[in-house]
């Protein structure tokens, strides 16, 4: 996602106006349709499902990046998969961790923001050593494998949904 503003080259206006579409797609799917998702089919299964969803949206904006028109879709469609994570991800490691909440939230903010820093300077990296569309399809990956793990490891996290509801 950090490398998006380079393949749209829209000026300010143009990426800020994209850029409110995603947050609003994630501010509202993180309120309203994640804890639906959740009370539906539980927590690590929705997680699954949309970080896949999620993938195939950087395979689609890493296959598309010179069309305007569908990475700015795109960008704002990830949005709705970001914004339900969001929700569930925070939730799987507030129940999960075997610390203090506090612990857990600062530890999870470290890795978020940690990969974060290192993925904004790694797509940049990656466009420049091969071309624009590798860093999606990194991205991508990238998130296949986190999905792999969460899906191999999952029997870790099954009481999430027993103890979210006991919330």
Known sequence: MAYTPFVMHLDEHGLGYVFFGWGVMLAVTSVFAAPK????????????AVLTLFALDLLVMGSFTSSLTTVILAVILAGVFLGINNTLITTAVMLAAPVERSTASAAYSFV??????IGSWLAGKLAEWFNPHVPFYFG??????????????????EHIDSASAAH
Do not use: D, E, P
Not at 112 to 117: T, V
Not at 148 to 157: D, G, M, Q, T, Y
């Open 140 to 157: 991508a990956l990238v998130v296949l494998c986190g999905v792999l793990v969460i899906a191999v490891r999952r029997k870790h996290l």
């Open 37 to 48: 998702l959740q009370n539906r089919f539980g927590t690590v299964r929705s997680m699954v």
């Open 112 to 117: 978020r923001f940690l990969g974060g820093a």
